[in-house]
């Protein structure tokens, strides 16, 4: 089997590739990765049967002969940061929109089986304490530039599915944690703000809410999707995983032995999304899928486990990313 990887050397696609190479000795992985600012090539350093192309999916005539060879295309290419795409969304519309629509129209000539990696934040957010979760079939309601763009990637590959006949299906997980996550996010913010003895900075009053989900179990649903989700599906995955910013923040403070107040608030993000949530049924219904970390106070402990260790992976970027976000009072 062979396995086109888009974006393989970004967070939540080297883990992937990891997963693939360790459980489907029939694999063969081929990254196709423009190794932007995000993507870092030793996240799939040393692997065996794992190819590295360097190239951008916007590009047809780089994506064309890669997706012809694959026997299944997972799109994880894209750009990530909601903080990004306030500053400059032109990216954005550009690796997610016009990317996804490259590698659609290379799966179409093809006929080659596509899974779209998307995100719950297309459909807006939720009341802090409305019992709702996000469904799939509810309105994309998206609110930055990050999460329009998504939306918009998500509506081609549908579209493809119902007028060209691409077996395609879609995912919208919510936020995951875990190694190889880039420092510009919360939690490895946060927990690299701590190794170096600074405070950690939380957007606003903190009361946000995220449902966390831990990487590997993100990408076990992908599997379980590839191999069982229906084609023209979208399936939501979530692990039932809600806390919101101030509590993370806490127990990341908690696993440096520091004074749970020992963080600053900062400059709020303009457009802020409340909360995001999952209800997984469907996933769960159709494919039997469960996530193997339960324990999120566990699976935290293992990330930051994770950056102590591997400090030369992350430190190169490190001032940069803070002289960005002091920019921004943040
Ligand atoms: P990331 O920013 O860590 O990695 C993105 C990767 O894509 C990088 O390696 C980058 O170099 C590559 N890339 C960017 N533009 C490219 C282009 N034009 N051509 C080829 N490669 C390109 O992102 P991530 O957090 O790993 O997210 C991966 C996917 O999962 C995204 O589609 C994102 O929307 C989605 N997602 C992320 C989360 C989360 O919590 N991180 C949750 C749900 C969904
Ligand atoms: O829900 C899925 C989405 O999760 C993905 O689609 C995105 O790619 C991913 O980046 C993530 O988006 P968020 O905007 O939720 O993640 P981020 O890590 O940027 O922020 C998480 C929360 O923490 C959010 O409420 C903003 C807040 N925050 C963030 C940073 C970087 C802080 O309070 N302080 C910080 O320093």
């Not at 190479?21 to 190794?35: F, G, M, R």
């Not at 993507?39 to 190239?55: F, Q, T, Y």
């Not at 030369?312 to 002289?323: G, L, N, T």
Request: glycine share 8%.
């Amino acid at each position: 089997m062979r396995v086109l990887v888009t974006g393989g050397a970004g967070f939540i696609g080297a883990n992937f590739v990891h997963s693939t190479i360790e459980n489907h000795p029939d694999a063969e992985v081929t990254v196709l990765d423009k190794l932007t600012y995000a993507g870092n090539p030793d996240s799939i350093a040393g692997l065996d049967r794992v190819e590295l192309v360097v190239g951008d999916i916007a590009d047809a005539d780089t994506v064309d002969p890669l997706v012809k060879d694959a026997d299944v295309v997972v799109n994880f290419a894209a750009e990530s940061h909601n903080d990004n795409s306030l500053n400059d969304p032109s990216p954005f519309i550009r690796t997610n929109i016009e990317g996804t629509f490259q590698i659609l129209e290379a799966v179409r000539r093809h006929g080659t089986r596509l899974h779209h990696i998307s995100t719950d934040e297309v459909y807006g957010d939720l009341e802090i304490d409305e019992p709702r979760k996000f469904a799939p079939g509810d309105p994309y309601k998206p609110s930055s530039p990050y999460s329009s763009s998504k939306g918009a990637s998500d509506l081609l590959v549908r579209a493809w599915v119902r007028s060209f006949g691409v077996p395609a299906t879609i995912s919208n997980c919510s936020n995951n944690y875990g190694p190889y996550q880039h420092i510009e996010k919360f939690i490895p913010r946060t927990i690299t703000n701590l190794i170096d003895g600074v405070r950690p900075r939380v957007y606003g009053t903190g009361e946000q809410v995220r449902d966390w989900i831990h990487v590997l179990d993100h990408n076990s649903a992908v599997w379980e999707i590839i191999n069982k989700g229906r084609i023209g599906e979208t399936y939501l995955i979530g692990a039932n995983g809600e806390k919101n910013n101030l509590e993370v923040t806490k127990m990341i403070l908690a696993e440096f032995g520091r004074d749970p107040d020992d963080f600053d608030h900062v400059n709020d993000r303009p457009g802020h999304d409340q909360r995001y949530a999952i209800d997984n049924s469907k996933l769960v219904e159709e494919t039997g899928w469960q996530p193997s970390f339960q324990d999120f106070a566990a699976g935290l402990h293992n990330t930051v486990e994770w950056y102590k260790a591997n400090e030369a992976w992350w430190r190169p970027q490190k001032e940069a990313v803070e002289a960005k976000y002091a920019k921004q009072g943040q």
